[in-house]
Structure formats: structure tokens, C-alpha cells
């Protein structure tokens, strides 16, 4: 038995150890990250397994690890997860949680978890179920119970998924963030009591941990920022501090006067909004910064590796004082060293060049790029009109417009309506418009009010016995500051012409898009009106490519059936990512919502370089 059980045992580890599943161990301790009971410098690469195509994650994966990362970092996005009220998705496609992490172990990656419950990210609502706003009792961030209840619920039923994927049994997780940049919250909320705020942040520290959370705690904040973010027993790292004596000062005055010390988000590029510049970090910059954490001891994790795409209405928002609203873009690409399509760039090349000079570990070679098409011109051979698509489902009746949270709808698209017996003119006011919306009067379009511009009224005349028609998209929910806690939308106050408010007999028509719309036989198609488009196309061999949608005005694509995200003229994108994975050989269909419809459409052409950087308009 002894001759037959010691090679079996052998063979086993060999097994293990060839697809990284060998038992390692990490901790803190002596002001160092322990790793097998050595000091080790973490080299981290952020990327979100929901904003890549499942297909792809190894080949993400392996690109981190050609850069010369040795650890990946992940947000989890609570509503990414909880499809609905109560049901909970961590099996199909980009909701996987565990074949990720599982991936990046047997890619030599640790990993590090970012469960929130609040992520920011230039996520819809930050990662929150748009549903939590519907219980007005509950408050959000906060050390309301009936907010944490539901973050306990969230936080059970993600580590009943990866507890066993931690380091301390065996898997590739070393750490877990408790909350997220919550100084900055604390910054932005003064109305709410530090000690307050400290109860809540300390609460969902006590969760992770009572969910099974056994390896080390830490927070994330910029550094000027711990007194209202670090929580006691979590280690403080910092967000965007190129200055190394800073950061080592503040954390030791945070962490008992020790390390280790890490930038847990290091930017090498930026987060883009719609109608603003595409934002750009040059390599020589990161390159001096990355050399700096290097020389200094300093761990690091760069936000963001591989951005991906902000899939369907996946992509948040953010506010400032001149925009009530700043959508995200739907690439995020983030300037970022491997490209929204996994490619490698100058500023990927100029990172693996360094960590070749500096690692203590080998850096394997960079996998192939996945192959690129493009597909000849796609003819558009179907369409129909929104608007009728809308009226022909029941409609709810309100004395008043009501939110898409009140219809119990998400994201998309709600059209309100209205019929006029009385002739009225003058100015619309839509004060409370969240967020963009196309007005019609008998069917023609007369404005177009958009809360990223902040334009909420125009002139109408409605003549008698006529019908007013408003189309209202959800643009986003804000992820990021104070104003979270305000994210209804829809229509939210009163709708006036001049100074009479529209009140009685409004007819609200759901329009959620979370499925492929069915188009019937027909080719309604009228300027001005809101229209899809549909065609059909022939592909050989699937690859990647790029929908080329700068001639196009607003909306949606569907591509067999997926939604692969928001395309809008005012740029700076105008190209939308086409994952080849989604695609098959054969007969493949494409469905264009165009909101705006000012040109009639007769095809899509695809190309296979995006542009990101276009021009950008008001």
C-alpha cells in the first residue's frame, strides 16, 4: 500500500500545482504582506469580470499576467447579481462569479475582492438595485436597518458563492474591501454625524465577517480622506497618491505606525462621459509613477487594467456644477493599458518592459489577440415605429406622470401620454425630467429636453383635441457623491406649461427594452419619429469588430439579441464594441433603435478600429 499511495500523492500535488491549485497561504503581519511566509509586493490589474464577455475572461486574464501583474482586482456589482426582488444570478455568462476567480487562479493570479456593497465604478447606481429607492423607509449608506438587512441579504448570499475560493481554504482570494471610498462619502455628506457614518461602515465590516470572510480586511479612500473612511481592523490603502512619503505617513497614522503600504487604485487613465473629451494619460507618466510604488515598496493595483464595456444600461453617472447629469460613455475603455477589445497598447508594452526589470517572478509571453473582422455592409431591411410599438400594450393611468421606480421599471425608456381636449400653448417646463426626453404633439416631434445640457423646457403649441406624447430614457443612474441618494427617475414633479400644471388622464406606456423588441412585418418609418431598424447578416468565421454608428443620432443596439450598449452623435464615441463571441457563423440579426430617427436609415457598416476620441457636441 505504501508503494502505491506515496506516488498517488505525489501525482496529486503535480495535478494541483499545474493548474494552481496548490494551498498557499497570506496574511498581514510585521508591516508586510505575507505570501507563503515570505514579504511580497502586490501587483495588481483591475478588471470587472461583468463588463467582459465570459468567453474572454482568460484571454483578459492572461494579458494581466503578460503585463507582469501578479494579482487581479475585481468589483462585485450587488445589481448585477439580483436580477429582481429576491432572485439571484451568479451562474449564466458575465454573472459567474466563481469560474472568474477560478480562472485567475489557475492563471497564477491572486485576487482581490471588491464586494462593496457599494462599488462606484461608473456603474448604474453604484451597484445598487434601483429597487431599494421603493422602500421609503430605507436610506441607503447609512445606518438604517432596513438598508443594512438588505446588505446583509447581498453580502450572505455573495460569500455563500466564494467563501471557499478564499486563500484560507485553499483559493486565490487574499483580501476583501469592506465599503467602498467611503471618506469621500463622508466628505459629501456633513449633514449625516461621523459617528453616524462610522456605525454604518463598521456594520458591513461585521457582516463580511459573520458571512465568512477570513482573510484581511481593507478599506480604499484617497489618503486625505481616512478619518471618515478607515474602519478599526480593516488595513487603509490609498486611491491616486503619487507621493509615497504621503501615503506611508497617512497610513501609519491610521495603521498603528506600520504597512504595508498600497495605492489600491492607481489611475493610468480616465472615466469618460458623454459629450465631454475622451480622457488620456500618457505612458511616460505611468511608467515614472508604477517605477516609483516599485523602488519604494509600495503595493499597487491599476484602475483600471481592461476597462471592458458597459453592456446594455449597465453604465452610471456622475454631476457637477455645470451638469445636473454626466452619463458614462458605453465603452470603458479607460485609456487603460489593455484596450475595451483586450488589445495590447503603447502604454501596456511600456508596463511589461518595467515589471521585467523589477518582478521577482517570470512573465509569460503576451497571448494572441483575438481575431478581428469586418463585415461587409449590413442592409436594414425591417423597421417600425416605437411609439405604436408602445401603444399596442396596456397602459397605466395616473392623475400624474409617474416614475419609472413607481411602474416598477429599471432602465430603458417610458412613454407618457396625454390627450387634450382644450387648445394650450406657451412653454413646457420638464423641471423634473430624469433624463432625456423627445416630445411629440399628433405624432411629430417638437423638442428634444435633455438633462445632460440641462434644456428642461420649450415652446409647444397643442391644438384642440390633440395628443402630447413625451419619451423619457433613463440615461444612468449617479454612482458617484451625495446626489446617490436621489436617483429616481422618469418624470419626477409636475409637469407645466407656463405656469398650469398637466394634471388628469396621463397614460404611461413601459418600454423596459430588457429583451429584443419583435418587430412585425412592416417598414413604418417616419423622420422624426422614434424607429427600429432591422437586418440580418451573413458571418463565415466570427471575430471581433466595431459598429460604426457616427452617422446615426441616439439609442440602443441589439445584436441576436443581446444589448451591446448606447450609442449617441454628440460622441466621443462612435463606435460600439461587437464581441465575436456573441456573434456565430451563419445568419446573424441586428436591431437599431434610433430615438431621434432624423435621417431614415438603409444600412450599418462596421469597421475594425473604434473611435472613442471623436468629436464631441452639446
Request: hydrophobic share 35%; proline share 6%.
Amino acid at each position: 500500500m505504501k508503494k502505491v499511495f506515496l506516488p498517488l500523492l505525489l501525482l496529486t500535488l503535480i495535478i494541483s500545482q499545474a493548474f494552481g491549485q496548490a494551498k498557499h497561504s497570506f496574511k498581514i503581519a510585521d508591516g508586510n504582506f505575507i505570501y507563503d511566509g515570505k514579504p511580497i509586493q502586490i501587483h495588481s490589474g483591475e478588471m470587472h469580470f461583468a463588463r467582459i464577455p465570459k468567453a474572454y475572461w482568460k484571454q483578459r486574464l492572461q494579458m494581466l499576467r503578460a503585463m507582469g501583474m501578479n494579482a487581479v482586482a475585481t468589483y462585485v456589482f450587488w445589481n448585477h447579481h439580483e436580477t429582481s426582488p429576491g432572485v439571484w444570478d451568479f451562474k449564466t455568462e458575465n454573472r459567474d462569479i466563481r469560474e472568474f476567480v477560478k480562472t485567475a487562479q489557475q492563471e497564477g493570479l491572486m485576487v482581490i475582492l471588491r464586494p462593496g456593497p457599494y462599488a462606484c465604478a461608473e456603474w448604474e447606481f453604484g451597484g445598487y438595485p434601483w429597487w431599494l429607492q421603493n422602500d421609503k423607509q430605507l436610506i441607503i449608506r447609512s445606518k438604517n436597518d432596513r438598508f443594512l438587512d438588505s446588505c446583509k441579504t447581498y453580502i450572505n448570499q455573495l460569500m455563500g458563492q466564494v467563501k471557499d475560493l478564499q486563500i484560507t481554504h485553499g483559493g486565490p482570494i487574499i483580501m476583501v474591501q469592506a465599503e467602498n471610498e467611503f471618506g469621500s462619502y463622508v466628505a459629501q455628506r456633513k449633514d449625516v454625524p461621523l459617528a453616524d457614518h462610522k456605525i454604518y461602515s463598521a456594520a458591513i465590516k461585521e457582516l463580511l465577517l459573520k458571512a465568512g470572510v477570513d482573510v484581511p480586511l481593507f478599506t480604499s479612500d484617497g489618503d486625505w480622506l481616512f478619518e471618515g473612511g478607515v474602519i478599526k481592523g480593516a488595513l487603509p490603502t490609498a486611491n491616486g497618491e503619487g507621493d509615497t512619503k504621503n501615503l506611508k505617513k497617512l497610513i501609519n497614522q491610521y495603521n498603528e505606525g506600520k504597512g504595508p503600504y498600497m495605492v489600491a487604485e492607481y489611475y493610468p487613465g480616465w472615466l469618460d462621459h458623454w459629450g465631454e473629451k475622451f480622457e488620456k494619460v500618457s505612458e511616460t507618466s505611468v511608467i515614472k509613477d508604477l517605477e516609483k510604488y516599485l523602488k519604494d515598496t509600495v503595493s499597487f493595483n491599476i484602475y483600471m487594467a481592461h476597462g471592458g464595456t458597459n453592456f446594455g444600461f449597465t453604465s452610471g453617472a456622475n454631476y457637477d456644477k455645470e451638469h445636473q447629469i454626466q452619463p458614462d460613455i458605453t465603452s470603458y475603455d479607460y485609456d487603460a493599458p489593455i484596450s475595451e477589445a483586450g488589445w495590447v497598447t503603447p502604454k501596456f508594452t511600456a508596463i511589461r518592459n518595467l515589471m521585467k526589470k523589477y518582478a521577482a517572478y517570470s512573465i509569460p509571453e503576451v497571448p494572441a489577440q483575438i481575431p478581428v473582422i469586418q463585415i461587409p455592409a449590413i442592409k436594414l431591411t425591417k423597421t417600425a415605429d416605437l411609439l405604436e410599438l408602445a401603444k399596442n400594450q396596456p397602459a397605466v393611468e395616473s392623475d400624474t406622470p409617474q416614475t419609472f421606480e413607481t411602474l416598477n421599471q429599471g432602465h430603458g425608456y417610458v412613454l407618457y401620454s396625454r390627450k387634450f381636449t382644450q387648445p394650450i400653448s406657451g412653454t413646457l417646463n420638464l423641471q423634473g425630467l430624469r433624463d432625456y426626453a423627445t416630445i411629440y404633439v399628433n405624432g411629430e416631434k417638437v423638442g428634444e429636453l435633455n438633462r445632460q445640457s440641462n434644456k428642461f423646457s420649450c415652446p409647444i403649441n397643442i391644438p384642440f383635441n390633440a395628443r402630447l406624447d413625451i419619451l423619457v430614457e433613463n440615461l444612468g443612474r449617479i454612482n458617484y457623491g451625495g446626489e446617490i441618494i436621489h436617483n429616481l427617475k422618469g418624470i419626477i414633479s409636475p409637469v407645466k406649461i407656463e405656469d398650469h400644471e398637466i394634471t388628469g388622464n396621463w397614460q404611461m406606456y413601459k418600454l423596459p427594452m430588457d429583451k429584443v423588441p419583435a418587430l412585425e412585418e412592416g417598414t413604418a418609418n417616419t423622420i422624426g419619429r422614434p424607429t427600429l431598424y432591422q437586418g440580418t447578416f451573413e458571418i463565415s468565421k466570427p471575430g471581433d469588430t466595431f459598429l460604426d454608428l457616427k452617422n446615426w443620432g441616439k439609442g440602443i443596439v441589439f445584436v441576436n439579441g443581446i444589448n451591446i450598449g448606447r450609442y449617441w452623435k454628440i460622441g466621443p464615441q462612435q463606435t460600439l464594441y461587437l464581441p465575436g463571441c456573441w456573434l456565430k457563423k451563419g445568419t446573424n440579426s441586428i436591431i437599431v433603435l434610433d430615438q431621434l430617427n432624423d435621417t431614415q436609415q438603409t444600412g450599418i457598416t462596421t469597421v475594425t478600429v473604434p473611435v472613442l476620441d471623436g468629436p464631441v457636441s452639446k
